[in-house]
T-cell receptor, first 114, second 109 residues
Framework: KAGVTQTPRYLIKTRGQQVTLSCSPISGHRSVSWYQQTPGQGLQFLFEYFSETQRNKGNFPGRFSGRQFSNSRSEMNVSTLELGDSALYLC?????????????FGPGTRLTVT | DAKTTQPPSMDCAEGRAANLPCNHS???????VYWYRQIHSQGPQYIIHGLKNNETNEMASLIITEDRKSSTLILPHATLRDTAVYYC??????????FGKGTRLSVIA
């Protein structure tokens, strides 16, 4: 069974630009979550989607947005990039939300903003 | 904020059991204990989770105390590839996972 895939794996953008990251969950998984990881702040939750609906949202500015498609694939978008947005962006999928369902993480997209 | 307390670092000799402790004294009755690990620059890897009973899978064993206020992750025969940051998380599944700083496990040859 294929794991969670994220594209692209690496990305370099300049300040002010926008970026879209893509995540394909494990087949059959309907819940997708996004996290940002930086050396200073560690792993921080961005948002969670289930059945195309946002269930939870982390404490990030409105420049960060996401969506989920009917096939459970998800995208996240960051507009007006800032230097501080440089980070590893991780996507995780699970069968459904709920305590008895573990999350499986993808390899991440490393975004560098110059 | 993370609801768990873990030692910042531990060493373990290769081939020996690695026992990683986690305190979660404010855990609620419907919160599971999850363990994940992250090898440098990779996405976190799910290891195991449990609610009340001890659990074992091909990777590790999870021992949860009877009062559920602490738990121990056991890697029975640590290898160099087990060197990673290990995160203990308590969560109902209806709220996002909150990752603390974890324990940096170094397996030494």
């Amino acid at each position: 069974k294929a794991g969670v895939t994220q594209t692209p794996r690496y990305l370099i953008k300049t300040r002010g630009q926008q970026v879209t990251l893509s995540c394909s969950p494990i087949s059959g998984h309907r819940s997708v979550s996004w996290y940002q990881q930086t050396p200073g702040q560690g792993l921080q939750f961005l948002f969670e989607y289930f059945s195309e609906t946002q269930r939870n949202k982390g404490n990030f500015p409105g420049r960060f947005s996401g969506r989920q498609f009917s096939n459970s694939r998800s995208e996240m978008n960051v507009s007006t990039l800032e230097l501080g947005d440089s980070a590893l962006y991780l996507c995780a999928s699970s069968l459904e939300p709920g305590g008895d369902y573990e999350q499986y993480f993808g390899p991440g997209t490393r975004l560098t903003v110059t | 904020d993370a609801k768990t307390t873990q030692p910042p670092s531990m060493d373990c000799a290769e081939g020996r059991a690695a026992n990683l402790p986690c305190n979660h004294s404010t855990i609620s009755g419907n919160e599971y204990v999850y363990w994940y690990r992250q090898i440098h620059s990779q996405g976190p890897q799910y290891i195991i989770h449990g609610l009340k009973n001890n659990e074992t899978n091909e990777m590790a064993s999870l021992i949860i105390t009877e009062d559920r206020k602490s738990s121990t992750l056991i890697l029975p025969h640590a290898t160099l590839r087990d060197t990673a940051v290990y995160y203990c998380i308590v969560n109902t599944g209806n709220t996002p996972l909150v990752f603390g700083k974890g324990t940096r496990l170094s397996v030494i040859a």
